[in-house]
């Protein structure tokens, strides 16, 4: 369920690549920082567009740091990296996401792979939970009930999807100030949006194998596509009106970039090719 909160690259200028490439560089530093390397493969682009939200939302507080170094991925030329308070929160948040979705996959596929993934975060998810435990507790609870729900089959569309909307609109809720109920009204509708995303997207495949998937009956009914776009379109609508009561003004182009347009690259992928299929099947 993750990757979804992504910039259209084609889209933004050289120089707003550029600085979107610093905020992801400066994230993946202070994972590295606080958690080592192995803290590192929770890196994600959505966990990117919360720094960058919140950077931007409380920017001034503090002296933001940038610099340039070399990692792992750049051992040569380097990058060119930036951080400021909320960055280091973020990193917290990706480990804790990750550490949670790892022990979720393992305890409904028995996937190995997320197993190990869970043993190698443990003790990155006790730090992070140490420091933000109303943020952790959310995302166990969350998961709990949300798996709960997906045992027993259900397709209430709100309800699953409203699950991984609580979760993030807790994530998005930094510091319980006075601009809580525009970060969670973005977290919680973006939360739906990506979990409807992500089901939409894995459909075919959770036929194939006879897993769970909340769309199975939807997907069987007339105008299925035109009213997925509608749900689309209507979680993404409530996220930019929140966005827009906020006061962001650095990376702003960015962030518009990623709500208006970046979120729907992997939907219109999905949808072209199904197109092309579809073209195929007909000949």
Known sequence: M?????????????????????????????????????????????????????CSLYEGETEAAKGHGRCPIHPIKGVDWRADSPTDYCADMSVALHYYSAQDKWQDDRNVLALGYEKLLTGCRADAEARWPRQCGAIRVCLARLAEYEAAGSEDLDAVSGCFGELMAELFDYRQDHWSPELRAIGFHLGKFIYLLDAYDDLARDQRKGSYNPLKTLSTQPGYEAEMKEIFELLLARCAQSFERLPCVEDADLLRNILYSGVWLKYDCKTAKDARKNGRAAE
Do not use: K, M, W
């Open 2 to 54: 993750f990757g979804y909160v992504v910039p259209n690259q084609a889209a933004l200028a050289p120089e707003a690549q550029a600085r979107y490439r610093t905020a992801y560089c400066g994230l993946c530093r202070r994972i590295d920082a606080l958690h080592g390397l192995r803290g590192r493969f929770s890196l994600s682009y959505d966990l990117t567009f919360l720094d960058l939200l919140l």
